[in-house]
């Protein structure tokens, strides 16, 4: 008896696939071609799905911000201290220990191929949009919930091109700080 796969799981192991394509070989590799081969289906399996790369680059930014939207929810619950938890918790998701190596690596294509279109972005622009709007009402003076913000954000890109970023106990006296100033309790 041959299993099928649901709809919404096919499409999840199809971008899966492109995710090890980007991570392994770059975005430059990342063809409908590669991703139905690496997925083990049918080129036609894949358009089903996605009708163009840009299409399925856009599905993987996607699929990006919802993994790092689940870990926003999943620090926001976790902390009991309602002025300044939505700060913390994107301290936490963008800057704290929850970021893997492969996720990098995926962010670091995904950035690649919304450069050399910037529409491939659109996702992501109106969830940063959405996201600076609850730093500004965290109930946190706004200059400190943005600096909070702004400095997560500096220490996610220099982790994910290798900027000679913080680490050890340096990063652990930087992120401390930066919590302070979300109001983290002492």
């Known amino acids: 008896m041959e299993l099928t796969l649901s709809r919404p799981a096919r499409r999840d192991q199809l971008l ?3 995710e090890r394509i980007v991570r392994r070989d ?4 990342l ?3 590669s991703v139905a ?3 083990g289906t049918s080129k036609g399996g894949l358009l089903y799905h996605f009708a163009t790369r840009e299409a399925l680059i856009i599905a993987m930014v996607e699929r990006h911000v919802a993994a790092f939207t689940a870990t926003l929810e999943a620090a926001m ?4 201290v309602p002025r300044g938890r939505w700060t913390r918790a994107y301290l936490h998701a963008t800057a704290g220990p929850s970021a893997s190596a492969g996720d990098a690596a995926t962010a670091t294509g995904l950035l690649a191929a919304m450069a050399s279109n ?8 109106e969830r940063y949009a959405a996201w600076r709007a609850e730093v500004a009402h965290d109930g946190l003076p706004e200059a400190d919930a943005m600096i ?12 994910l091109l290798g900027f000679a ?3 050890g106990e340096h990063r652990a006296r930087i992120l401390a700080r930066l919590q302070q100033l979300a109001g983290a309790p002492s």
């Open 165 to 167: 970023a913080p680490a």
């Open 77 to 80: 619950a976790a902390d009991p």
């Open 37 to 39: 081969i690496e997925a």
């Open 16 to 18: 899966e696939a492109a």
């Open 148 to 159: 909070v913000a702004l400095a997560a954000d500096g220490l996610w890109m220099a982790d």
């Open 26 to 29: 770059g975005v430059g590799r």
């Open 118 to 125: 910037p529409a491939l972005a659109d996702p992501l622009r």
């Open 31 to 33: 063809t409908l071609d």
